[in-house]
């Protein structure tokens, strides 16, 4: 009943940017959390960013002065924008969403993001 669908994901040189979005659809409730993970092969799933629907953010110090996140409550759709991005910021890239007193998280399917150098 709720679908996450991300995109945006590519390749980039380490120092560049990149944008990754995320569109909601289903029966979402209208107070809720969406957010970022991330992981690499081999590495623990991180939190990134979250945005709850009016408008507060949390950032994983991993990229705080250097990430932004949005989104567009009209469009059911959150974006993660990466600024200086570093090899080590190489993941999958999941979408989530849930409502704000808690309940189930829903999951995108991911979108890969590749830094080089």
């Known amino acids: 009943q709720v679908q996450l669908v991300e995109s945006g994901g590519g390749l980039v040189q380490a120092g560049g940017s990149l944008s990754v979005s995320c569109a909601a659809s289903?029966?979402?409730?209208?107070?809720?959390?969406m957010g970022w993970y991330r992981q690499a092969p081999g590495k623990q799933r991180e939190l990134v960013a979250t945005?709850?629907?009016?408008?507060?953010?949390n950032y994983a110090d991993s990229v705080k002065g250097r990430s932004t996140i949005s989104r567009d409550n009209a469009k059911n759709t959150v974006y993660l924008r990466m600024n200086s991005l570093k090899p080590e910021d190489t993941a999958v890239y999941y979408c989530?969403?849930?409502?704000?007193?808690?309940?189930?998280?829903?999951w995108g399917q991911g979108t890969q993001v590749t830094v080089s150098s």
């Open positions: 945005i709850t629907s009016g408008g507060t953010t």
């Open positions: 989530t969403v849930r409502a704000r007193a808690g309940g189930r998280e829903y």
């Open positions: 289903g029966s979402i409730f209208r107070d809720n959390v």
